[in-house]
């Protein structure tokens, strides 16, 4: 019988609104090889490795009547030129460019009747540069049967394959009539008896496991929002009624300068316990203050934004390829607080809170499961945020460090590589960090009438870095 939906995956699917797009996605960006990259090269290598993970080539069918989760189906008309798209910017292309491209294009919903999933060469770049843009919708990220698209796309070794190996053949297995998915949900329902009750409460119980099937007990994590829930989210112009057209910016900075501040600002008898994601969300509430004053919103000393932080965290891993720990915890960014380093020392404190109360889960054991790769952990990520309540929390940040050595797609180098971490109901702003072969980018996803100043944020972002390094406070 085919593979089922969870009950997570298929809330993904009921709950899209044409508001709230159900896809994550990714921006890397590539220097051009010396024999060039253009759309037939992007195909073979897809078609060489879409077979590793079959989801690639499956499509949701509804049950009758809808007695059951949908379930995965083989697309018998599979057409690989329809996923895998060719867009060009106008010169000079600019990043400027690139994301109002990326604005445009992330927000539109996968089409329910293919597999879910699209890629976008983008071409012009200045200095022959080109992007490949993915998106995948959540319901297909579960990080056992299939990962982000993009996974697929990248090597650690430059080189193309596809010369010398040929694509394995495929052959679609007859979809089953409406009939056989009947038989099939009754037989699951005498299989599972608690089907029914689970289809309802199932929702949360898989958002906070789903991807995490090395975490011994959920019961730390269940306690920790149980007592957030308790507190609700501080009032906060990021949370509004949103539209369904966005922004999108994107920020490259060095993973150096974090790892300086960290070193500079690591003092006392916690110095050990303050990490390279502690500045990055310090960094992402200086910002956010910053903002904030420019709005004119009252901030006071006592301000808080809320931010759901499911999150890497960086390690002394020599490789540079894995975090030490993945956690999922709600944090309350201090932007009323108006010293630098006491905002990261402040944000330091709480993270490591909530890491003595045994929420985090080992990152290389994760990796082992399905070779994950950092969109992979922002769609997990995301998958949790927006299994959320809204009253929960402010913004969601999605911080992935990725390996730090080059990645390639056949022979060409990539460059930088920014999340596009979709907005929940009420979300006017996601904000996706991923560090890469020593650099960290970030990719601002905002609700386009909501946030018309999101570049204001962006350079607010990279303004609180350099006070960090400077020293200066408030």
């Known amino acids: 019988m085919p593979d089922r939906l969870t009950s997570l995956d298929a809330s993904f699917l009921y709950l899209e609104e044409s508001t709230t797009a159900m896809h994550v996605g990714s921006v890397m960006v590539f220097e051009p090889p010396r024999a060039g990259f253009d759309l037939d090269r992007l195909v073979r290598i897809i078609e060489h490795r879409i077979g590793a993970i079959p989801r690639f080539r499956q499509k949701v069918r509804d049950v009758p009547a809808r007695i059951a989760n949908p379930v995965w189906v083989d697309d018998e008309n599979f057409d690989l030129s329809y996923h895998v798209r060719r867009a060009a910017l106008p010169r000079p292309g600019t990043d400027r460019q690139l994301q109002d491209f990326v604005s445009r294009v992330q927000p539109r919903k996968l089409d329910r009747t293919r597999p879910l999933w699209e890629i976008y060469l983008v071409e012009g770049l200045e200095g022959g540069r080109f992007a490949l843009v993915t998106k995948t919708h959540h319901a297909l990220i579960d990080g056992v049967h299939a990962l982000d698209i993009a996974h697929l796309l990248v090597d650690a070794e430059p080189g193309d394959r596809t010369e010398t190996e040929e694509p394995g053949l495929w052959e679609p297995q007859r979809a089953p009539s409406g009939a056989e998915l009947v038989t099939g949900a009754l037989l699951d329902v005498v299989r599972r008896p608690t089907q029914v009750i689970d289809l309802v409460r199932g929702g949360l119980n898989d958002a906070l496991n789903v991807g995490l099937q090395a975490v011994e007990s959920a019961g730390a994590v269940l306690?920790?929002?149980?007592?957030?829930?308790?507190?609700?989210?501080?009032?906060?112009?990021?949370?509004?009624?949103?539209?369904?057209?966005?922004?999108?910016?994107?920020?490259?900075?060095?993973?150096?300068?974090?790892?300086?501040?960290?070193?500079?600002?690591?003092?006392?008898?916690?110095?050990?316990?303050?990490?390279?994601?502690?500045?990055?969300?310090?960094?992402?509430?200086?910002?956010?203050?910053?903002?904030?004053?420019?709005?004119?919103?009252?901030?006071?000393?006592?301000?808080?934004?809320?931010?759901?932080?499911?999150?890497?965290?960086?390690?002394?891993?020599?490789?540079?390829?894995?975090?030490?720990?993945?956690?999922?915890?709600?944090?309350?960014?201090?932007?009323?607080?108006?010293?630098?380093?006491?905002?990261?020392?402040?944000?330091?404190?709480?993270?490591?809170?909530?890491?003595?109360?045994?929420?985090?889960?080992?990152?290389?054991?994760?990796?082992?499961?399905?070779?994950?790769?950092?969109?992979?952990?922002h769609a997990l990520g995301a998958r949790l945020g927006s299994a959320m309540s809204r009253r929960l929390y402010n913004v969601m940040v999605t911080n992935v460090p990725g390996p730090q050595m080059p990645l390639y797609a056949g022979e060409a180098k990539m460059v930088s590589t920014y999340p596009v971490t979709p907005l929940a109901k009420g979300q006017a702003l996601a904000v996706g960090v991923t560090s890469y072969n020593g650099g960290v980018f970030y990719g601002l996803n905002a609700d386009r009438d909501a946030m018309p100043d999101v570049d204001v944020l962006g350079e607010s972002i990279v303004d609180a870095l350099a006070e960090l390094a400077s020293g200066r406070e408030g």
């Open 223 to 377: 306690g920790a929002l149980a007592r957030t829930a308790a507190r609700p989210a501080p009032d906060s112009p990021l949370n509004t009624a949103i539209g369904s057209a966005r922004r999108w910016a994107m920020i490259a900075s060095d993973l150096e300068d974090y790892r300086t501040v960290r070193t500079r600002l690591a003092k006392g008898p916690y110095a050990e316990d303050v990490t390279v994601n502690d500045v990055i969300l310090a960094t992402i509430a200086g910002g956010l203050r910053t903002w904030l004053l420019g709005r004119g919103e009252p901030v006071g000393r006592r301000s808080v934004v809320r931010a759901m932080v499911p999150v890497s965290v960086y390690g002394d891993d020599p490789t540079g390829l894995y975090a030490n720990e993945v956690m999922a915890c709600v944090v309350d960014l201090p932007v009323g607080e108006p010293g630098a380093s006491m905002r990261l020392h402040q944000i330091a404190f709480a993270m490591r809170q909530q890491m003595e109360v045994g929420q985090a889960v080992g990152a290389r054991s994760l990796a082992n499961l399905a070779g994950f790769a950092p969109p992979t952990l």
